[in-house]
Nanobody, 125 residues
Framework: QVQLVESGGGSVQAGGSLRLSCTAS????????IAWFRQAPGKEREGVAQIDSDGTPRYIDSVKGRLTISKDNAKNTLYLLMNNLRPEDTAIYYC???????????????????WGQGTQVTVSS
């Protein structure tokens, strides 16, 4: 079974940057749809970005121009570069995978079968 591990979270001031990473236990990213979700306290889990097996990225409007999703298939690693962070970006960020073609708009969180444990991102004003 695929295992995913996130890292790179932390605390930054508004306008700051972070880069999140997600490492898979096996060859995953070349054949799966991979996505970043986030969940703030009391809120539903929200998909923010995904990347196709061919490397095509897509984003929800609120993060366009600020977040960049990418992957390195050889390293089995997914990235989320986060620039110009806002307090409303504060959440636990999860990577997720499903052995299917990506769909857009991004599918609901329960469509993804593989999940990491999450990494906390806190943005202060």
């Amino acid at each position: 079974q695929v295992q995913l591990v996130e890292s790179g979270g932390g605390s930054v001031q508004a306008g700051g940057s972070l880069r999140l990473s997600c490492t898979a236990s096996e060859d995953t990213y070349a054949s799966n749809c991979i996505a970043w979700f986030r969940q703030a306290p009391g809120k539903e889990r929200e998909g923010v970005a995904q990347i196709d097996s061919d490397g095509t990225p897509r984003y929800i409007d609120s993060v366009k121009g600020r977040l960049t999703i990418s992957k390195d298939n050889a390293k089995n690693t997914l990235y989320l570069l986060m620039n110009n962070l806002r307090p409303e970006d504060t959440a636990i960020y999860y990577c997720a995978a499903v052995y299917l073609l990506c769909q857009w708009p991004i599918g609901n969180w329960n469509e993804f079968g593989y999940w990491g444990q999450g990494t906390q991102v806190t943005v202060s004003s």
